[in-house]
C-alpha cells in the first residue's frame, strides 16, 4: 500500500513537499516514482529513484525545482517541490516497480491514491 501526503493550495514561487509511505512489502526492493496528472491529461512522469537512493531522475519541465529522496528506514519516498507554477497544478502519485527506476507508466506495479497539488497565480 503507498499513501501520498503533503499536497494542498500554494501561490506561484511557493514550496511543498510530498510524501509517499509505503507498507506490506520490503521498501528497499523498489525503485519508487513520482508522477502526476493534470485534468484533461495524460499522467506524466515527474522522478524517480533508484533502490539505494543513489540515482535520480528529473522530467525537463521539473529539474532544478524538484527533488526526490528516500528514507527506507522508514519506508517513506519524498518529493521536495520549490518554484512552483500553476502549471504544477495537477494530482500526484507515487509509484513502485521492481528493479531499475524507469520513467514510463506501464513499468510501475503499485500506484497510491494520490494528493491533489493546486498552485495559484
Known amino acids: 500500500q503507498l499513501v501520498e501526503s503533503g499536497g494542498g493550495l500554494v501561490q506561484a514561487g511557493g514550496s511543498l513537499r510530498l510524501s509517499c509511505a509505503a507498507s506490506g512489502r520490503t521498501f528497499s526492493n523498489y525503485a519508487m516514482g513520482w508522477f502526476r496528472q493534470a485534468p484533461g491529461k495524460e499522467r506524466e512522469f515527474v522522478a524517480a529513484?533508484?533502490?539505494?537512493?543513489?540515482?535520480?531522475y528529473y522530467a525537463d519541465s521539473v529539474k532544478g525545482r524538484v527533488t526526490i529522496s528516500r528514507d527506507n528506514a522508514k519506508n517513506t519516498v519524498y518529493l521536495q517541490m520549490n518554484s512552483l507554477k500553476p502549471e504544477d497544478t495537477a494530482v500526484y502519485y507515487c509509484?513502485?516497480?521492481?528493479?531499475?527506476?524507469?520513467?514510463?507508466?506501464?513499468?510501475?506495479?503499485?500506484w497510491g491514491q494520490g494528493t491533489q497539488v493546486t498552485v495559484s497565480s
Open positions: 529513484i533508484s533502490r539505494g537512493g543513489y540515482r535520480t
Open positions: 509509484a513502485l516497480r521492481g528493479g531499475s527506476p524507469s520513467l514510463g507508466v506501464p513499468d510501475y506495479e503499485y
